[in-house]
Nanobody, 120 residues
């Protein structure tokens, strides 16, 4: 059973930084793609960033590129999202997700989410 547990959310002022963590367990994730998504109130969930456990260049939404960095620690089975220069519009519930090799490119496992609030 795959489990994804996010942490690190909170309240921060605009221009500040937060680092989100996603602890993954239950499988060997070497063939997985790990991603971060977010959903603000009244809006649809949107893609933020993704990275492969096996390596390769990460991929970012244009709205966060240059400000957010996704990374992984294979030894800890943990994926991070470093968020710098936060803006009020970055406020949302952030979800960690995993895409298995069998999912056809879709994300088939999700965490419970962590709230990020950015004050102006």
């Amino acid at each position: 059973q795959v489990q994804l547990v996010e942490s690190g959310g909170g309240l921060v002022q605009a221009g500040g930084s937060l680092r989100l963590s996603c602890a993954a367990s239950g499988r060997t994730f070497s063939s997985y793609v790990m991603g971060w998504f977010r959903q603000a109130p009244g809006k649809e969930r949107e893609f933020v960033a993704e990275i492969r456990w096996s390596g390769g260049a990460p991929f970012y939404s244009p709205s966060v590129k240059g400000r957010f960095t996704i990374s992984r620690d294979n030894a800890k089975n943990t994926v991070y999202l470093q968020m710098n220069n936060l803006k009020p519009e970055d406020g949302a519930v952030y979800y960690c997700a995993a895409s298995s090799p069998f999912a056809g490119g879709k994300y088939d496992y999700w965490g419970q989410g962590t709230q990020v609030t950015v004050s102006s």
